[in-house]
């Protein structure tokens, strides 16, 4: 198993990302798991990639360093990269994700993976 992040595997589209971020839209699922908050539109059958596209968030409000940000997402995509083959193997895989960091400091690399390993099995 090759553990890589492609371009294809990153969600830029805008009118995806204004869908996934939507208040109350019905396609949007979400929940809680610390250190984060998962937003994900279930398979969509437009999409033939084998891995979801994914989007990681980290608000500017709590960290204002745009270094302290940009170590939080590379920590967050690197747990991502090594542990999304864990997904639910029995199910169909969801479309789009969007991970949402909301601890309130740096956590470890380490709790960072426990988080994104429970957060993918509940996925």
């Known amino acids: 198993m090759l553990q890589t992040f492609t371009k294809s595997e990153r969600l830029c ?11 109350g839209s019905a396609s949007v699922q979400t929940f809680y798991l ?4 998962a937003l994900y539109i ?11 596209a994914i989007v990681i968030t980290v608000p500017k409000r709590t960290f204002k360093r745009a270094v302290d940000r940009n170590l939080i997402r590379r920590r967050v995509r690197e747990a991502y990269r ?10 169909t895989r969801p479309a789009y994700i969007a991970f949402l960091y909301t601890a309130k400091q740096i956590i470890s690399f380490e709790e960072i993976e426990k988080g994104m390993k429970l957060a993918l099995k509940k996925i």
Request: hydrophobic share 25%; net charge positive; aromatic share 12%.
């Open 82 to 91: 090594l542990h999304k083959s864990g997904m639910s193997p029995g199910r």
């Open 34 to 37: 610390f250190p984060f908050r």
């Open 13 to 23: 589209s805008k009118k995806i990302l204004g869908e996934l971020f939507k208040k």
């Open 42 to 52: 279930p398979h969509d059958p437009e999409r033939t990639d084998e891995w979801p």
